[in-house]
């Protein structure tokens, strides 16, 4: 394979959401347009949230590399004015979720993390769908309920909830801070 050409390197190795994203605004801030940004991560989740974010920049997502558990992930800085980064604009905290849960509200918890994450930690009744497959599994979520929007700290599933906003679902809320500060019970994998 030929080698790809970059003009920085950003390290985010052993590093779960939402530090692969973190690290890549900061070496995105301090890069000229034009120029390439190699993130390199192993965090399998990295992938759908790097094309995502760069998505709703305006940067410029050119592909991934994987190699071993290494996901090398190659991104262009938008030349001229790049977007204002946009967050989702309708968000509730961990315990206005509790709240409807106790209530027995009829809304759908949609739990964007991956699979692995999901098995071994989740909100009871939750319904998974990996960031990453979202787009290709929208059909499976109801868009007569509201939609509650959960991931590990609200990065992943504030960009979930704009995809599934700009997918014509009307009622979605992004839940924040998310799975790693919920205390509530969950369900786990069990033997």
């Given at each position: ?8 390197l950003?390290?985010?190795k ?8 973190v690290?890549?605004?900061k ?15 192993t ?18 997502y050119?592909?991934t590399?994987?190699?071993?558990d290494?996901?090398?992930?190659y ?11 946009k967050l989702h ?10 709240a ?10 949609l ?8 098995a ?10 990996p ?17 509650y ?41 069990s033997?």
């Amino acid at each position: 394979m030929e080698t790809i050409k970059f003009d920085q390197l950003v390290d985010a190795k052993g590093l779960a959401c939402p530090m692969p994203i973190v690290r890549t605004k900061k070496a995105m801030n301090e890069l000229e347009p034009g120029k390439v940004l190699e993130i390199q991560a192993t965090d399998k989740g990295s992938t759908a949230d790097i094309k995502a974010w760069a998505k709703s920049t305006g940067h410029q997502y050119l592909g991934t590399v994987e190699e071993g558990d290494v996901l090398k992930h190659y991104l262009r800085k938008a030349t001229g004015e790049e977007k204002e980064e946009k967050l989702h604009p309708h968000v509730v905290n961990n315990e206005e979720l509790q709240a409807k849960l106790a209530n027995n509200e009829d809304i759908l918890v949609l739990d964007v993390r991956e699979t692995a994450e999901y098995a071994f930690h989740h909100i009871s009744g939750a319904k998974s769908i990996p960031l990453g497959e979202l787009e290709s599994r929208l059909n499976e979520v109801s868009s007569d309920k509201e939609i509650y929007v959960v991931c590990r700290t609200g990065s992943r599933s504030d960009l979930a909830a704009q995809k599934l906003t700009e997918a014509g679902f009307n009622k979605v809320i992004n839940v924040v801070p998310g799975m790693c500060e919920w205390s509530h019970p969950t369900d786990i994998l069990s033997k």
